[in-house]
Structures are given as structure tokens and as C-alpha cells.
């Protein structure tokens, strides 16, 4: 049986790090709002300890400085090297694969707690949503800035009582910065990239985004102003896999983090995700899994 997500969260992270915390005292600051990684990978080397892969509920924002990668994120490998800015949104799978032992991360994860500085419907566009996660190879000037502010939030919220305003000020400024490269970015990609893989990665955007109530190829085809026999031949040629395939698997992937992490009934779930009924949820879940919800659930 594939291993399933997890949920890593503030609570999961507080377990996780209590033990080693005089270890990694230095490099961390962690309270119920946010955590701050300051330049270290212990952090990470212990969550991939944990047995990938994991999701994620809250904001996470990284600099890698040093060292390299490679990285699932949302159902794609991706290979991260030094010079590279990333965001996660809530929501994110991630299953870390390897990392170089020098690998050295400034990394910042708001958890809800967090006074935001934006409402959802206000998030700088590239973090609204609609783009789970974000890798960025920018300039030694842009890391620069980012690590600026970096360490401007470490030396604020490492005070005692820290003002939380000028934390959210400063958060706000992360997003800005990030949000610009973000579209600088796809400027040069839109530029450079085949029609076909922007096909694809817009593809993969919206199943991520709408797999949970549209389960039809036919959705997404529409979505895209596309045909379906197009996009399904399109995204055979840029992944191997089916569209379909790709849809089935966010779906029932997300299927299981409900079975395993919360107490809802298998006719909840497949009333949240827009089944027709219990069975057909019941037929969709063993035919991908090869078992049934309650089978599923009962094995942990």
C-alpha cells in the first residue's frame, strides 16, 4: 500500500521538535503563530524522518542558501538548488526524496493563528490560491532582500512580547517580494515554454484547485477552452499519464487525508467530494486503492 500523506501542522511540528529542541535552539524560533528556520536543515532532516509524504494547513516561505534538492510537490518533482525562493500554500503535498548535506534553508511557516496582513481575497495574486506552490531561481540581489527580511522578522519576533503589527507589516513585505518574482517569472516562462507544457501546468493547477467537486475531464477541458481528446493527448505527451489518471489520483488522494485524519463517515466524504451516492464513492474508492473506505481507515 503507497504511503499517504500526513498532516504536519503546528501540533505535529511541536511533537516532532520537543525532544531536540536544546539541538536546534540557535536556529529556531517556534510559538502558536509562526516558526522561524534560521539558516539550518535539522528541522527538516527530522520531518523527513517522519516517513513522507505530508500536507500542510498553513503558509510556508523558504530561501535555500546552500546545497540542493529534490522534492514532490503536489504530485511533480522538482529539483531545488541554492538561489531558489519557494512558497507553499495550504493544502500542499510535499514528499521530500534527497537533500545534499550541505543543504542550508531560512524558512518562515504561518500557522492560523497568525495575524495575516491580508484577507484571502486581498493575498498578493501569486499566493491567493491559485498556485499551490511556488519555486523561484532569482538573482543574488533578490535573494539578498528576502534574506533582509528574513532576518528582520527573526530579530523582532526572537524578543520577548514582540509587536505583532510590525511582524504582519513585515510578512507583507515577504509576499510582495515574492509575488513580483513569482510574475517576472512567468513573464520569461510564457516567453520561452512550449504551448503544450503552459497546457500542462495550467492542467495541474486546476485539478489541484477543483478536483475535490469536478471529477470530468470535460471541466477542465472547458476550463482551458480546449477540446477533450486535445488535453488528453496534450497531457499523455507532457507527463506519460492520462488526465484522468492525473485527476483520480489528486482526488483520491485527498479521499484518504479525510479517512485518515478525520472521524466524518464514508457517506460525509463522499458527499463533500460530490459523489452521486455511498456506493459509486465506495466503487470510485476500491477501484483506486483496492480496497474499501472502511478497509482503508481500518488499516491505521
Known sequence: MN?????????????????????????????????????????????????????????????????EGDVNFNLQDRHISAGTLIYLSPGTIISPIRF????????????????????????????????????????????????????????????????????????????????????????????????????????LQLVNQHCNEHHQLAYYADRLCLTQHYLSTVVRQASGTTAKDWIDLALVTRIKIRLRHTDKSAAQIADEFHFTNPAFFAKFFRRLTGMTPKEYRSSF
Open 100 to 203: 545534499s548535506p550541505e543543504l542550508e534553508i531560512y524558512g518562515i511557516a504561518l500557522f492560523p493563528q497568525f495575524p495575516m496582513p491580508f484577507s484571502q481575497d486581498q493575498m498578493p495574486s501569486a499566493l491567493n490560491g491559485q498556485v499551490r506552490d511556488i519555486q523561484l531561481s532569482v538573482s543574488e540581489a533578490d535573494i539578498t532582500t528576502a534574506l533582509h527580511i528574513f532576518d528582520s522578522l527573526w530579530h523582532l519576533v526572537g524578543q520577548t512580547n514582540y509587536h505583532r503589527p510590525t511582524a504582519t507589516a513585515l510578512v507583507a513585505a515577504l509576499m510582495h517580494h515574492y509575488n513580483q518574482l513569482y510574475h517576472q517569472q512567468a513573464k520569461r516562462l510564457l516567453a520561452t515554454r512550449s504551448r503544450e507544457q503552459t497546457i500542462f501546468d495550467r492542467f
Open 3 to 67: 504511503r499517504q500523506p500526513k498532516l504536519m501542522d503546528f501540533w505535529r511540528l511541536r511533537r516532532l521538535i520537543a525532544s531536540h529542541l536544546n539541538e536546534i535552539r540557535d536556529s529556531l524560533i517556534f510559538n502558536s503563530e509562526l516558526a522561524i528556520v534560521h539558516g539550518d536543515s535539522r528541522v527538516f532532516q527530522l520531518i523527513m524522518q517522519q516517513s513522507p509524504p505530508f500536507i500542510i494547513n498553513d503558509h510556508r516561505f523558504g530561501i535555500i542558501t546552500h546545497g
